[in-house]
């Protein structure tokens, strides 16, 4: 098994190199926005109480992505792998996936950070802005929101996995090819 964190601030190009790796390696996609995006359009409690969090930039609880990453994880065991995009969020959410791995007898191979510049991801966020249908990539305000939330509550995570020996940082402000070579290098370097 092959299993991976993608890390990065919003706006970095998690989604996209997701679905590169997934190409590649055929590994399971967990991406906890799309998943609680699929409750919002399904119209479940979980999905109504996000919503508003969401649009506002906040996280939702840790113990509510915990236990819908908890779920897709039991249902894929037999998978090559897991790639963790959007997750964890907070250091209580990386100690929680340390429990979820141990419990189901997996490791977390690597942890990419994609690192772009503040002032790139907000040219980036008003480009996604143009194109995608999501409430929080239009406003400004909520742009700005989820980089600072980000800073605040999810930066710290990789100093969680620093220690750790996992984290590779991987420079996110090349060209959509070059990262995917980039990460590639680490993928085919944990995977020997
Ligand atoms: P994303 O698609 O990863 O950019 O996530 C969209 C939004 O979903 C985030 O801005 C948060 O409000 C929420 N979200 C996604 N993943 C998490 C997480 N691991 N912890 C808390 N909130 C999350």
Known sequence: MLNIILFGPPYAGKGTQSQNIIEKYGLIHLSTGDLLRAEMKEGTELGKSAQQLINDGLLVPDEVVIGMINNKIKANLSSKGFIFDGFPRTVPQAGALDHLCHENGIKIDAVIGLSVETEELTKRAVLRGQTSNRAD??????????????????????????????????DGMNSIEQVFKDICEVLDSVQE
């Open 137 to 170: 990539d239009k406003d400004p305000a909520v742009i700005s929101k989820r980089i600072i939330v980000y800073q605040d509550e999810t930066a710290p995570v990789a100093d969680y996995y620093r220690k750790k020996g996992l984290y590779k940082e991987v």
